[in-house]
């Protein structure tokens, strides 16, 4: 009786979901798109091969109208597509080796395009991409969050944090970051998680600042997602975000992708998503524990039935950076050194996340020891040392600055 009851779910899940081709267009700047229409948000993985050079994205539960076949010119030889039982296979043959961005799916009207991006690069001797971050800062519009002293609002305080990380992530080479929010908007809790699966995210980390009815309970702390709370402060969070779910599950919109009817059909793949975000927050908890501004209120990483990370195959966490119902978080969040520390120890946390768990594709696969950091109108060496956790002194040797001014578009080696 289950199997005959999961055969008809996964049929009913699988409907409905025709992709077709779109175009194939020249977007300047030796960009090309390639498109197809889709009926609803989908499981998308994607990956490159070589000898010959192609990228290969597989698109789950989706049915293909008919076989494609279409030749284009260079650097594309032809994009092709098959159906192979549920899957659809999409295939761009290539001349050479090229920049490509993980695919998005985007939403215009009612019609979704899952759109590959690729740019001629003769300067790479392999396909490569950047690693997509998903930003995703807690609360923001009609949700304040928590409130600490003076009127301090949690959303304000994980809005910049978010940025600052978004500023290193942004300005490094082969990072890629995707803001959930970019400023004070109201965003649902199936969106933040949905947003993160159109923009291809290869990991997911929200940002929150929350408060507790004790104002002695304080400390960092990093969440993964679970059924069971790990203590009674992520029990209490867990309700209080509790209140919110049940509205949003109803909100699900007809194209979006079911990622609670998903864990049925890939029970692996979220078991494995579970495994590598507890890597991912630990990386990133020891980063916060070698912060010595930062206090930590939980020494390992924490489980809570947070929505926001329960998407099925994307390593997603959440990082408490305080609670700023305590005076002491408060006032270290309100300014800006102790908001930059926190960001640094996710951005440190994330890379080395990327060292232990290479990503296919991207520079972190054949990791160089170093980060390429391009500096901007306005930095100087001290701050960017701040940013990354090293010393002035170790990027002038590593870069042979002999203490020279820097300028803006100049790329410096950052050993981390």
Not at 18 to 35: H, L, Q, R, W
Request: proline share 4%.
């Amino acid at each position: 009786m289950n199997k005959i009851l999961l055969l008809c779910f996964v049929s009913l899940f699988a409907r409905g979901n025709e992709i077709t081709f779109d175009a194939i267009k020249e977007i300047g700047n030796d960009e090309i798109s390639i498109s197809f229409e889709l009926e609803k948000v989908s499981l998308v993985r994607s990956y490159s091969l070589d000898n010959p050079s192609r990228i290969v994205i597989e698109v789950n539960q989706a049915e293909l109208e008919s076989d494609v076949d279409i030749p284009h010119n260079y650097p594309i030889k032809k994009v092709r597509a098959s159906q192979d039982g549920e899957l659809t296979r999409i295939v761009i043959d290539l001349y050479e080796y090229v920049y490509w961005q993980s695919p998005s799916q985007t939403i215009v009207g009612e019609d979704i395009f899952l759109k590959l991006l690729i740019k001629k690069d003769k300067s790479i001797n392999k396909n490569i991409r950047d690693i997509v971050v998903a930003i995703d800062a807690g609360h923001g519009g009609k949700y304040p969050g928590a409130v600490g002293p003076n009127n301090i609002l949690e959303k304000d305080i994980t809005l910049l944090i978010a940025k600052e990380l978004e500023r290193t992530l942004k300005d490094t080479y082969g990072y890629r970051p995707i803001m959930i929010r970019a400023g004070d908007e109201t965003i649902g809790l199936n969106d933040r998680y949905q947003n993160a699966r159109k923009h291809g995210a290869d990991i997911f980390i929200s940002i929150h600042a929350d408060g507790f009815r004790l104002s002695s309970v304080k400390g960092a702390s990093v969440f993964i997602w679970s059924d069971e709370a790990s203590s009674t402060v992520a029990r209490n969070l867990s309700e209080k975000q509790r209140k919110r779910i049940q509205a949003d599950i109803k909100n699900l919109k007809a194209i979006d992708f079911d990622e609670d009817k998903a864990r049925a059909l890939y029970p692996e793949m979220y078991k494995n998503k579970i495994s590598e975000s507890k890597v991912l927050g630990s990386k990133i908890l020891d980063q916060l524990k070698r912060d010595p501004f930062t206090k930590i209120h939980k020494k390992n990483v924490e489980y809570a039935d947070f929505r926001v990370l329960k998407s099925i195959d994307i390593p997603s966490v959440l990082v408490e950076s305080g609670f700023i119902t305590n005076p002491e978080d408060a006032q270290r969040l309100k300014g800006k050194p102790g908001r930059r520390m926190i960001a640094r120890s996710i951005f440190l946390g994330i890379h080395n996340y990327f060292k232990d768990k290479p990503k296919a594709d991207t520079f972190m696969y054949i990791d160089p020891g170093y980060v390429t950091y391009e500096i901007q109108k306005g930095d100087v060496l001290s701050e960017i040392a701040i940013r990354f956790g090293v010393t002035v002194e170790e990027i002038n040797a590593s870069n042979s600055l002999n203490n020279k001014s820097i300028y803006p578009g100049q790329l410096i080696k950052i050993y981390i």
